[in-house]
DNA sequence: GTCTATAGGCCGATAGAC
DNA sequence: GTCTATCGGCCTATAGAC
C-alpha cells in the first residue's frame, strides 16, 4: 500500500515530527555548520526536546544527513528544469541553464550553504559525497552544453571544454558565495540585481574582455 | 627601544609560547571552522595545556581572531607584490596580478580557508569585517588595474568595471575552493595544474568563449 | 610562563513515564 | 510520539602552585 501523505520524494517516509525537526535544523547547519550547531539549539528553534529529536534520528550526524540529502535533492531540481527546454539552440539551452543555475542558488540559499560548508570542511566525509555528487551532476550538464555548442561550431574550439564550463559555474556560484560582501563595495553596482549579473556575465564571458577589433 | 626579536610585522608583539600557539590554532581553525575546534585540541596539538592558552590569548574568540589577523596578513602581502611590477604595460600588470592572487591563495590555502568560513558564517561578526577588509582591498586593486586597461583602449568599455574584475577574482578563488573536487571529475584535466590553469582562463576571459568571426 | 586541578555548564545520547 | 530526568563526558575558563 502507498502512503497516504504527499510529500515530495526528497523528504519521503518521514512523518509530520520528524520534517519540522528537519526544517528547524536546514537553517542552523546551514549558517553555522555541523560543530557549531547542538541538538538542543535544534529542539528549542523546533519546539520540541532534544529526546524526541533523537526519537526521529538514531543521532546528531543521523539528522545532518538527512538535512543535506534534502538540500541536494532541492539544487538538483534545477537539472529536470533545463532538461525541458531541450529543443532550442546551443545558445539559448546554455544561456537558459547559466540563468536557472543562479536562480536556484538564490531559491534555496540554505541548500546551497550547506554545500559549501561540506566541501570546505576536508575532515569527517559526513555529506561531502552527497555535496561532490550534486556539483559533478550540474557540472558534467554544463560540460554537454558547451561541447554541442562547440561542434555547431558557435563556440570557440581551441580551448578546453570543461574550462569554459567551469568558468561559467565559478562565476555563479562566487556570485552567489560572495554577495552580502559584495553590497558592501562602492565600486560594485551589480550585486542587487542578480538577473542584470547574469546576463551581463554571460555576454561578457561570449564576447571576451578584449575591445572589438 | 625597538624590540629584540625580528618577528614579520603580522606576529608582532607575540611571545614564542603564543606563536607556536597560534601555528597550531592556525590549520584546526581552517579546516574545522571556529565552532567544531575546541581550546584542548589546540593544546594538544601546540604540546601545552589549555591554561596557557588562556593565559597567552583572553579567550576562544581573541585566539580566533589573531589567527584572522595573521591570515588577512599573509593574503595582503599579494598586494605589495603587485605594486613592484607597476612599470610594465596594463596587460602584463593584470596577468601578473591576476597569476600572483591564484598563486597567494595556494601559498597560503589555510588563510584562505579561514577567510572562507568566515565569509560563509552570517552570524556572529567575530572577524568577518577582517576578511571583508582583506577581499576588499584586493577587490579594488583590480578594478583599478582594470579601468587603467579600459582607459588605455585594450580593454572593452561597454562593460561593467568591476564585472571584469569580479569575473577574475571569482574564476581563482572558485578554482582554489573547488579544487579537492575537479580532482575527481573525469572531464576535467586542469585541476592539477595551477599556472596552466591560470594562463588558459586569463587567454579565454580576454578573447571571449566565441568563435572568432 | 607553564603546569595541575577544578569549577560550572552544555554536550550527545539514553531510560522510562505517559 | 513526546516528554522529563539523567548519564558520563567534554566544554570554556579560572585558581593557584611552581
Sequence with gaps: MMRVDQNSKLD????????????????????????????????????????NIFHHFKSKEGLYIAVMKSACGHLAEVLDKVEHVDNDSPRKKL???????????????????????????????????????????HFTRLVELVREGQSQDWLRKDCDTSLMAFVLVATNIFFFESRSVLQHLPEVNFAESPDRYNSAVFKLLLNGFQKES
Tied chains: 1, 2.
Design 95 to 137: 544561456e537558459a541553464f547559466f540563468t536557472l543555475h543562479l536562480q536556484s542558488l538564490q531559491a534555496h540559499p540554505q541548500s546551497a550553504r550547506l554545500i559549501q560548508h561540506e566541501l570546505l570542511e576536508n575532515e569527517s566525509q559526513r555529506g561531502k559525497h552527497l555535496a561532490e555528487e550534486v556539483f559533478s551532476k
Design 12 to 51: 519521503n517516509a518521514l512523518s509530520k515530527g520528524a520534517l519540522s525537526i528537519l526544517g528547524a535544523a536546514v537553517p542552523l547547519f546551514a549558517e553555522k555548520g555541523f560543530g557549531a550547531v547542538s541538538i538542543n539549539d535544534i529542539a528549542l528553534r523546533a519546539n520540541t526536546s532534544k529526546a
